[in-house]
């Protein structure tokens, strides 16, 4: 069975400082790849996504991941984090033609101070 | 910008009652879902849904759990009788590819 792991549970970083969270997936064959952010009080929105293609992968608000096969991980990144940033990330995988279901990692908590 | 909507957003009930949890999906979507998640644990799949049938479910989602499009709108999940371990917040998404899925707001759930 698929899994999804995030390697950290709580990160705290200050302003501008270089943001990683790892997420490793266990799965032989093709997946595609999601990134999920949970703001304060608000419902879970698509960062970025990775189906085929360019492994370096390009989402909204200036995070990118990476997608590396030999590794089975997608680590997201940003290289300067603000405070809006604040929230908690979730890395999910699901398997093409198989209806969609989203597999998730526990989560990573994201506390940026100011 | 569509949203899939949720309610209600707080539901409370006794164990062993049903309850009925409501969404409105993206109107021109065709794929939909359910998950869960328990406080302090991972977002969990509970059942996809497509073509007026379940396309597939995991083993939390047994007998005591029910999908149903009643109309073109709405999609509902049914938990029949309410177990203390069912107190979780239940997201419901949509998807018009089934590759990218978009969120509602989620409905907390607790059951005493």
């Known amino acids: 069975a698929q899994s999804v792991s995030q390697h950290n549970h709580h990160v705290i970083l200050s302003e501008a400082a270089s943001l990683e969270l790892g997420c490793n997936y266990s799965?032989?064959?093709?997946?595609?790849l999601f990134w999920y952010v949970q703001y304060p009080g608000q419902h879970l929105q698509l960062l970025l996504k990775?189906?085929?293609?360019?492994?370096l992968v390009k989402g909204i608000k200036g995070f990118e991941a990476e997608f590396i096969k030999s590794k089975f991980s997608f680590n997201l990144r940003k290289p300067s984090v603000q405070w809006s940033d604040t929230a908690e990330y979730f890395c999910a995988v699901t398997v093409p033609l198989r209806g969609g279901k989203l597999i998730f990692g526990q989560g990573t908590e994201l506390s940026v101070k100011p | 910008e569509p949203e899939v909507t949720q309610t209600p957003s707080h539901q409370v009930t006794q164990m062993g009652q049903e309850v009925i949890l409501r969404c409105v999906p993206i109107?021109?979507?065709?794929?939909f879902y359910w998950y869960r998640q328990i406080l302090g644990q991972k977002v969990e799949f509970l059942v996809s849904?497509?073509?007026?049938?379940?396309?597939?479910k995991s083993e939390i989602f047994d007998d005591q759990f029910s999908v149903e499009r009643p109309d073109g709108s709405n999609f509902t999940l049914k938990i029949r009788s309410t177990k203390l371990e069912d107190s979780a917040m239940y997201f419901c998404?949509?998807?018009?590819?089934?590759?990218?899925?978009?969120f509602g707001p989620g409905t907390r759930l607790t059951v005493t």
């Open positions: 109107s021109n979507h065709l794929y």
């Open positions: 799965y032989g064959g093709t997946v595609n």
């Open positions: 849904f497509y073509n007026n049938e379940i396309s597939e």
């Open positions: 998404a949509s998807s018009s590819t089934a590759y990218e899925q978009y």
């Open positions: 990775y189906f085929s293609g360019d492994p």
